[in-house]
């Protein structure tokens, strides 16, 4: 399973969706990749104002906040085959 993080440095909301997604990725395996949105015109353009952004399988599932409870719930119910959808409230 993928969970992507798109972020930028000195962000400390990223900082923390970050320390977030390490305590979940410590109970629930997965690889984790960030990438600087600076580095794509197309992603600094489409999430500048919305950082971090939380992906899971190429989804977007969260954005600005991540609840650990919420991720790793989530990641679990695709791990059993539960389709991803947008987290409610996030936008995302």
């Not at 972020?7 to 923390?16: D, H, I, W």
């Not at 305590?23 to 600094?44: K, M």
Request: with cysteine; glycine share 6%.
């Amino acid at each position: 399973m993928r969970v992507d993080i798109y972020s930028k440095p000195s962000c400390s909301l990223c900082e923390k969706a970050l320390a977030v997604v390490e305590q979940v990725r410590a109970r629930v395996p997965f690889e984790l990749y960030i990438t600087d949105i600076r580095q794509s015109p197309e992603l600094f353009e489409t999430w500048r104002n919305d950082i971090p952004v939380v992906l899971i399988e190429g989804v977007p599932v969260f954005k600005h906040r991540v609840a650990a409870e919420v991720l790793e719930a989530r990641l679990r119910g695709v791990m059993n085959g539960t389709p991803i959808a947008k987290t409610v409230g996030q936008d995302g």
